[in-house]
């Protein structure tokens, strides 16, 4: 028996990522995300939009790769780590990565009581329920052990002021963290729509140029390198090899900034 599940806004975006992930594993395999895969063959929902949305696919996919990337070589060189995903949805990470001590997952009510029905939790990986606003530090048990803040898909979203004060929340229960943070271009805030979420009436609202932009915003938070999502493209459209070696390109494309506390 399929489940029917009932979302709008911007959590019914969550759907839309972990379909992109579970097609890509399915067809062209530029990623492996089985865990994606067994979620979308239980859902009783349709994704006629999703498979028509080229653009959202290829940008789901390039981010995994270089979220994947960058995570799993933070992983390595901090063992025992924890990790804390935000703004999680249906994200699959915590199932391919390994070296954590303790992932935590953290979204809104309505978007953990979808995920507690699919990816039900326990032992080293835990669900918070709440906001990336909220102070969610106090649901974290662990002390001075390295830790991992991952910001996905949810910048986009907000406004300066609620991106200041999640990094507030941060700052403040961590003394030292690392946040992988994905943003968007201002240009492309303005002009772009995603087909795939038109529907769910969700609306892209904020950009910023670059890391230098973005660490101007934050207090305590020095910025370390950037990438541009077109270095996970150029896995799987060879083109991209070439277009990534050009500022405009690159500039152009959603990045993931690595910025540093300390």
């Known amino acids: 028996m399929k489940e029917k599940i009932k979302l709008s806004g911007v959590p019914e975006t969550m759907l839309q990522t972990v379909y992109a992930r579970a097609k890509e594993t399915k067809t062209r395999g530029a990623i492996t995300d089985n ?107 662990e002390q001075n052990v390295p830790v991992l803040i991952v910001i996905e898909g949810l910048t986009m979203y907000l406004n300066a002021k609620d991106v200041q ?15 992988f943070v994905e943003t968007m271009n201002p240009m492309i805030v303005r002009r772009f729509k995603e087909k795939s979420i038109e529907g769910s009436h969700a609306k892209f609202t904020w950009g910023v140029k670059n890391g230098a932009a973005l660490s101007k915003l934050l207090l305590d938070f020095r910025l370390m390198e950037e990438h541009s999502l077109t270095e996970g493209m150029a896995e799987f459209v060879p083109i991209y090899k070439l277009l990534d070696k050009l500022p405009a390109v690159r500039n152009i494309s959603n990045k993931i900034i690595v910025l540093e506390k300390e």
């Open 35 to 141: 865990k994606a895969v067994e979620i979308i063959d239980r859902l009783d929902y349709d994704f006629s939009m999703a498979d028509k949305d080229a653009a959202m696919h290829s940008g789901v996919i390039a981010r995994t790769i270089v979220l994947d990337k960058l995570t799993k070589s933070w992983l390595a060189k901090h063992p025992g780590a924890v990790v804390v995903n935000i703004a999680c949805g249906l994200d699959t990470r915590c199932y391919r990565m390994s070296g954590y001590a303790h992932w935590y997952n953290l979204d809104l009510p309505e978007t953990m009581a979808v995920r507690e029905k699919l990816l039900p939790e326990s032992g080293s990986i835990s669900q918070i329920a709440m906001s990336a606003m909220d102070d969610w530090g106090g649901e974290i048990g």
């Open 165 to 179: 004060q999640i990094f507030a929340v941060i700052s403040s229960r961590f003394e030292k963290a690392t946040v």
